[in-house]
């Protein structure tokens, strides 16, 4: 049965619906860690708590891809939906009557992670099915300004309703953000064209195989290897970043609240990334635009060695956000250009692992390297910037240059 084509009053609902989305993943970013610490104080729960994102990639980051490519993804995304509003209604009601356990809390965390994972694999080849090629980079900025959105405004809400004793009402609001969402989804899905494909659940030889088929894909790819390789090494080296709480209040010996001032201002230079990225490729070309923000975001990282108050370190932190941002928006466009569709979320899920895989190895050279030179990390800043911006040069020379943008 054929279906017509989505208006733009249907395209604005589904980038709402999906604005809204976002807003939930944000409060949920500091409620759940906030739950837990009122059942236990227990210093590793905390962090489990705090990590159950990387844990939900951990547990579905490679079949979230080949699940996408096999199943109709406008049924992932409402079934993730369904279950995240259910699972933080779950959570607000075991809250709420006092039955809320630790093991409880984590496996509600963990299991919404991994619903987020399938999600955000999912949305990216609807939005490439939704958006022709000139809408498609504004589409995802404006997803990505959204989750910049809910990243500053999410916590300072549940933080608010946390002083004001209503940190369960943040639960309650979290689940109701994902069934407008999820509302949002369905309106818009009547208006798509062609069949609905059946769900053909994938045996374990076939996932597998499948996996084995994005990963030749990506590698047979010139353009996407180096961009692979160029964010391993950025992701690598940015774990630096995971230092700032500890520059500004052991090194620079700035307050806590001047702290969080920082953490805000990474907020900030976000936002302006998602709101740049669009009219910048535009202007200059994709491919250019990528390179140049890696550049930016490495200078601006060994910039972080330099700074001596709060307004530099501030400013050093919003220029690194801000081309983490506009990169990444670029990238994942090129990624959705770039990539057939029948093989989009096996790569998107494949890229997404190998940029984690690196990331705990970036705590540890970091960390070890700061307490190496005896607890000063503005060396550490210092070599992790050059790296990226030298990196980034790297890739264009290697063949980024030649890639019509």
């Not at 994102?53 to 409402?78: E, I, K, Q, S």
């Not at 535009?282 to 635009?289: E, L």
């Not at 050279?365 to 070599?383: I, K, S």
Request: charged share 15%; proline share 4%.
């Amino acid at each position: 049965m054929s279906h017509a084509q989505p208006t733009r009053r249907h395209l604005r609902l589904f980038l709402g619906g999906q604005s809204v989305s976002l807003l939930g993943d944000g409060l949920g970013l500091l409620a759940i860690p906030l739950l837990v610490l009122e059942v236990s104080r227990n210093p590793v729960v905390s962090a489990l708590s705090a990590a159950s994102l990387t844990l939900g990639h951990l547990c579905v980051g490679l079949p979230a891809g080949v699940l996408v490519d096999r199943l109709d993804p406008w049924r992932v995304l409402m079934a993730m939906d369904a279950a995240r509003t259910l699972l933080f209604a779950a959570l607000f009601a075991a809250s709420a009557t006092g039955t809320a356990t630790v093991g409880l809390i984590l496996v509600i965390a963990v299991t919404a992670g991994a619903c987020h994972v399938l999600f955000d694999t999912a949305l990216v080849v609807v939005v490439k099915d939704l958006f022709a090629a000139p809408g498609l980079l504004r589409a995802n900025s404006t997803i990505e300004l959204a989750r910049q959105a809910s990243l500053l405004v999410g916590p300072g809400v549940t933080a608010g309703l946390a002083a004001l004793g209503g940190l369960r009402t943040a639960l309650l609001v979290d689940a109701l953000t994902f069934g407008v969402s999820l509302l949002s989804l369905a309106a818009v899905r009547r208006r798509v064209p062609g069949p609905r494909r059946p769900a053909a659940w994938p045996r374990w030889r076939d996932m597998t195989r499948d996996v084995r088929e994005g990963l030749r894909y990506l590698l047979s790819v010139r353009t996407l290897v180096i961009l692979t390789v160029v964010q391993m090494v950025v992701n690598l080296c940015l774990a630096v970043e995971k230092l700032i709480y500890f520059y500004g209040r052991d090194t620079l010996g700035l307050s806590a609240s001047a702290v969080s001032v920082v953490a805000a201002s990474a907020g900030a230079g976000g936002i302006a990334g998602a709101l740049s990225a669009a009219p910048l490729a535009r202007r200059t070309g994709q491919m250019r635009v990528i390179v140049a923000a890696v550049v930016a975001c490495g200078t601006a990282v060994a910039a972080m060695s330099l700074a001596t108050t709060l307004g530099t370190l501030m400013l050093a932190t919003s220029a690194s956000a801000w081309a983490v941002v506009t990169a990444s928006v670029v990238n994942r466009t090129q990624r959705q250009q770039i990539v057939p569709r029948a093989l989009l979320g096996r790569v998107t899920s494949t890229g997404r692992l190998l940029y984690l895989a690196v990331d705990p190895l970036g705590v540890l050279v970091t960390g070890g390297a700061t307490a190496a030179l005896g607890g000063d990390p503005r060396p550490v800043f210092l070599t992790a910037g050059v790296v990226v911006a030298a990196t980034a040069l790297a890739g264009w020379r290697a063949g980024l240059r030649d890639h019509p943008s």
